[in-house]
Structure formats: structure tokens, C-alpha cells
């Protein structure tokens, strides 16, 4: 099965977004070029680990003798992307992602994939247009400074959620929250 590869070298932008309230969100990677545009659905938790892996990979790039990538520490001012998602037409749910350097390009490279369902009947494939399953790909090339911003934004998205019990961890509804204690 051929795979449509949704490629974005030097993206205009790349940003995780949500659509609905906190508890109901739905959380989305959409990356722009140009008039070309994909989201791709995330979990919360995808959306968190990317943030965090992505600092982790820039923060270890920066011990490099000389940064010589010119690493920011912080988000630069002129990348902060506070704006809301484009018009949202999901392609796929992601299930596997990787995360990666370039030092060709000085760039991080973030894959992802359709979740796969070993019994669907290509439930997430998409047809060409000779009416051939097509499985599709996320493949996006962001600079330093763009990755760093990615991953600050991504923090406060996920973290603008529903806010915490202070006694069970759990986040606490709209409607009310009953909390268990575990038993000591």
C-alpha cells in the first residue's frame, strides 16, 4: 500500500490547538505552508510528551560546545503563536510519532502516523485516485526557534485544561467533582 507523505520542510506554522471545553476537548496538530494545511487529532498526553521531548532535545543541543545550531534557551518573541487553529479538517488520529534531529538543516523532525487498527479493514487509509487504499504520513521540519515556541504553546494548551483535585489528583468537572480517597 503506497503512502500519501504530508510534508512540511519550512512550515508558516506549526501549533497544537484544541476544539471544545476542557474535559470534552479535542486536541489537534495543524501545520500550514502556504495554502496548504493539515491537522492530524492528538491525545492530551501526545500533545504534553512532545512538548516535553522537544525541549529535551533542544536543551541537550544547547550543551554542544559552541551551539553551534544558535539553540534559543527561551521562545523568541517574534515566534509566539497565541492564535487560534485554521479551519480544522482532520486527515488522521495520530498513534505512533518519533521525534528526531537534523543537523543537516539544524532542524527537529517530527513524524507521525495513523493509528492502525490490526482489525479494521484500513479504517484510516484514504483512497488515490485510482480507488486504491493509500495509508498517510505527517512528516514536518521545524527550526529551532519555531520548535521552541511549538513546545511553549503546547505547555499552556495542555495545561489550560480542567484544574486539579487538590486532594485526589483528579481533574474536577464543570459539574462537580466526588473524590475517593484511597484507604491508608
Known sequence: MPTRVHEFAWPDRVVVGTIGLPGARTFYLQVRAGTQIVSIALEKQQSALLAEKIDEILDQLITVEGN???????TP????DNDQLEAVQEQFRAGAMSLGWDPTTAQVVLEAYPITDVDADDNDASLDEDGANVSEMLLVRMPVGTARAF?????EIVGAGRPTCPLCGYPIDADGHICTL???
Open 151 to 155: 513546545a511553549k504553546r503546547t505547555r
Open 68 to 74: 553551534p545550531f544558535s539553540v534559543p534557551t527561551g
Open 77 to 80: 518573541v517574534e515566534l509566539v
Open 182 to 184: 484511597p484507604e491508608v
